[in-house]
């Protein structure tokens, strides 16, 4: 079975490899070549540049980027068509009396660009019409030779596998988004039922930090490289379809793990505006202090950054009397390592470091990089709006999709590692499932602790305050516990 090499072989040291092999001058428009690299093309040039023939195989990197950038121009589907058809009547592989040796030449190449395809992109064949063209093609393939059947085989084992994991994926998101609810609308049926806080689950924040990174790796291996080009497709200019965006989106794994992030930061906000006692609020910023060191120290810069964001959430940072109890040295260094001053200087450094530890790491432990997924998102954003999909010739930008594809495929690189922490399951369940306030609940539990200083402070309180005997009812009985 053809094996694709790890994404981390993709790049060399020096960035991307886009030094591809100019052959003869291409009949489909032409491709643009500067200094022996790619930079742009007709569409219709770059799709034949992507097929096989019995004397080329286009470079890995191309066909990541491409196939990754063609989205923005054209339905993976239509693609796939495309695809199919120069392969079935180029290579001459649906007739009955075509060249055998020929045939068994093409065969293990066309069958090489198919498994990389539906391995590094395997949420594109949720499609019915993907699924078809490329059983079809793989049908042409297999009829061969018992070789390439076992192969194809092998193939569609695959895909089905990895495309069954992501509908499983999505039922637990879906059942774990319909049991959470808002704290303050338990607290209103079930006081009771908020005594517990993370540090009855918890009480180690090593451990807690381990268990963040298990949800974090967890939700990044199931976002898929489309996603980032997707999330900001906008209309090709040369497409008249009116709806040709409207079907491609097959996924929302991006989606829910920024909904992660903001669940953390409210999780964490949470915990800390809950306790009545200012001790008990001091004592679980020190925690959470202490969670996030050590997701910066095992590379966790997503709930490093999710921790910050909800102790300085409002409700939290307006706690005067509870911060003046808290040593902030260890948090002052965390903020300054994220401090997005310089377009977040100090954090790329950081990042950096972590991605070249994760180069030349000796454990799985030293591998994890889990970036600030917003700063990715934003970043990839900015190039994508910075430069043009299509020159003014109408070719094809393929130096801004080189770019594109870098930034990419370092992430595909870090999202593939696995956790090497111990799961607990008691834990994780929490950070998942326990009720988290709103920002209205937030900042009425805060004004509850610290009274407000101002009158926009009070003139809020007051609007607040309709549920004040059940919050101090379920505060009271919380503080007992934490004692």
């Known amino acids: 079975m053809p094996q694709t090499p790890p994404f981390s072989a993709?790049?060399?040291?020096?960035?991307?490899?886009?030094?591809?092999?100019?052959?003869?001058?291409?009949?489909?428009?032409?491709?643009?070549?500067?200094?022996n690299n790619l930079l742009s093309g007709s569409l219709e040039a770059l799709i034949q540049h992507l097929v096989p023939s019995v004397d080329y195989y286009p470079d890995r990197t191309y066909i990541f980027t491409f196939l990754l950038s063609s989205r923005l121009f054209m339905h993976p589907y239509e693609l796939m068509a495309k695809v199919c058809h120069l392969c079935v009547e180029h290579q001459r592989l649906s007739e009955p009396d075509g060249d055998k040796s020929q045939i068994r030449k093409i065969a293990p190449k066309i069958l090489q660009l198919l498994t990389e395809w539906t391995e590094t992109f395997p949420y594109d064949f949720r499609d019915e019409r993907m699924m078809r063209n490329?059983?079809?093609?793989?049908?042409?393939?297999?009829?061969?030779?018992?070789?390439?059947?076992?192969?194809?085989?092998?193939?569609?084992?695959?895909?089905?596998?990895?495309?069954?994991?992501?509908?499983?994926?999505?039922?637990?998101?879906?059942?774990?988004?319909?049991?959470?609810?808002?704290?303050?609308?338990?607290?209103?049926?079930?006081?009771?039922?908020i005594q517990r806080g993370v540090l009855t689950i918890c009480s180690d924040p090593y451990t807690l930090a381990q268990q963040l990174t298990h949800?974090?790796?967890?939700?990044?291996?199931?976002?898929?490289?489309?996603?980032f080009v997707q999330a900001f497709v906008q209309k090709d200019p040369l497409d008249n379809d009116k709806s040709c965006y409207s079907e491609r989106k097959k996924t929302r794994s991006l989606e829910a793990y920024v909904e992660w992030f903001n669940r953390l930061s409210y999780l964490v906000a949470t915990e800390i505006c809950m306790p009545v006692k200012k001790k008990?609020?001091?004592?679980?910023?020190?925690?959470?202090?202490?969670?996030?060191?050590?997701?910066?120290n095992i590379g966790n810069f997503n709930s490093l950054m999710a921790i910050i964001s909800g102790m300085n959430m409002s409700p939290v940072s307006r706690l005067k009397k509870t911060w003046a109890k808290v040593k902030t040295a260890k948090f002052d260094?965390?903020?300054?390592?994220?401090?997005?001053?310089?377009?977040?200087?100090?954090?790329?450094?950081?990042?950096?470091?972590?991605?070249?530890?994760?180069?030349?790491?000796?454990?799985?432990?030293e591998k994890i990089v889990i970036p600030f997924f917003s700063?990715?998102?934003?970043?990839?954003?900015?190039?994508?709006?910075?430069?043009?999909?299509?020159?003014?010739?109408?070719?094809?930008?393929?130096?801004?999709?080189?770019?594109?594809?870098?930034?990419?495929?370092?992430?595909?690189?870090?999202?593939?590692?696995?956790?090497?922490?111990?799961?607990?399951?008691?834990?994780?369940?929490?950070?998942?499932?326990?009720?988290?306030?709103?920002?209205?609940?937030?900042?009425?539990?805060?004004?509850?602790?610290?009274?407000?200083?101002?009158?926009?402070?009070k003139d809020r309180w007051k609007s607040l305050r309709w549920v004040p005997l059940l919050f101090h009812a379920a505060r009271i009985s919380?503080?007992?516990?934490l004692k």
């Not at 609020?281 to 202090?289: D, P």
């Not at 008691?426 to 998942?432: D, E, G, S």
């Not at 919380?478 to 516990?481: A, E, G, Q, S």
Request: glycine share 4%.
């Open 375 to 457: 700063l990715l998102i934003k970043d990839i954003y900015f190039l994508n709006e910075g430069c043009a999909n299509r020159l003014p010739n109408g070719h094809v930008n393929f130096e801004k999709f080189w770019e594109l594809a870098k930034q990419v495929s370092e992430f595909m690189t870090w999202k593939q590692v696995e956790c090497p922490f111990e799961r607990d399951r008691k834990i994780l369940q929490y950070l998942l499932t326990v009720p988290v306030f709103s920002e209205d609940a937030l900042y009425l539990a805060s004004y509850e602790s610290e009274g407000p200083e101002n009158h926009i402070e």
């Open 333 to 365: 260094v965390l903020e300054h390592q994220m401090d997005p001053s310089s377009n977040f200087y100090n954090y790329r450094t950081a990042l950096r470091g972590a991605a070249q530890r994760s180069l030349t790491a000796h454990s799985s432990r």
């Open 215 to 227: 949800i974090e790796l967890e939700r990044l291996n199931y976002i898929g490289p489309e996603e």
């Open 10 to 35: 993709m790049f060399d040291s020096s960035g991307y490899n886009r030094n591809l092999y100019q052959s003869a001058e291409d009949s489909c428009g032409g491709l643009y070549y500067h200094d």
């Open 478 to 481: 919380r503080c007992c516990c």
């Open 134 to 193: 490329l059983k079809d093609l793989a049908h042409q393939i297999a009829s061969g030779e018992e070789t390439y059947r076992k192969n194809v085989q092998q193939m569609m084992q695959c895909l089905i596998r990895k495309l069954a994991a992501l509908s499983q994926y999505e039922e637990i998101l879906a059942k774990i988004s319909s049991t959470s609810t808002d704290r303050l609308t338990v607290l209103k049926a079930k006081p009771q039922s």
């Open 280 to 296: 008990h609020r001091a004592r679980m910023i020190e925690y959470f202090i202490d969670v996030a060191r050590e997701c910066f």
